[in-house]
């Protein structure tokens, strides 16, 4: 599993002339031809999986496309605020050897179910 973020673009414009321009800027940043090498550039993954098709390392090319098989919506602030310091903890006991995995994810539920 893969947490990722997005950028997403907004059109503000009313005018149609203008609305015209942006729709195709926009266009021109997500075609595979501009996004893969800027992506690449920018060690980030495309958001679209052809855009990977114009990274020359095969390796990384076959790394990041399985990371975006499997990409899930970060979860938002509020929600790590709320599960990300006993999920943390969670972690840290069973790395550290003081807790096994079921014991550790049960006590970090039952933090989480207390709040």
Do not use: C, F, H
């Amino acid at each position: 599993m893969a947490l990722a973020s997005q950028w997403n673009y907004v059109l503000i414009t009313s005018d149609p002339a203008r609305q015209a321009v942006a729709l195709e800027l926009m266009k021109w940043l997500t075609a595979p031809e501009a996004l893969g090498p800027w992506a690449l550039a920018s060690a980030v993954l495309p958001a679209r999986p052809q855009a990977l098709a114009r990274w020359p390392n095969t390796g990384l090319r076959a790394m990041a496309a399985d990371m975006l098989s499997v990409a899930q919506p970060e979860p938002s602030a509020t929600l790590l605020a709320v599960i990300g310091p006993p999920v943390a903890a969670a972690v840290q006991a069973v790395l550290s050897g003081q807790s096994t995995p079921l014991t550790a994810a049960n006590t970090a539920a039952a933090t989480v179910a207390g709040k």
